[in-house]
């Protein structure tokens, strides 16, 4: 996978169901787990990038309410835009 390129995690369906620019790239990983769906799924991700390690967490199939995210999420949020500041102005 490049720098900024998309990889796609599939629950539900075939092989023949997944868009042929995404068979094309084999950026996705076929799981045929549907039952995953109709739930919350706490899901890490780590990537790569010359020396820096960086790790990502999320909560999905959580229904969007419109509230703010709590004060620790804004934090974060804060801290990674920081730090891809800093990351910027080094590079």
Known sequence: ???GDDFY???EGTPNTIPPE??????????DRPDLLNGELFVY???LAGDAL??????LG??????????????LLGLGGLA???RRRHA
């Open 54 to 59: 960086v790790g990502n967490y999320g909560l």
């Open 84 to 86: 891809a500041l800093a």
């Open 1 to 3: 996978m490049g720098p």
């Open 62 to 75: 959580v229904p969007v309410n419109g509230r703010l995210p709590d004060p620790a999420t804004l934090a």
């Open 9 to 11: 995690v599939i629950f």
């Open 22 to 31: 995404i068979l094309k790239q084999g950026n996705y990983l076929f799981l």
């Open 45 to 47: 991700a780590q990537s």
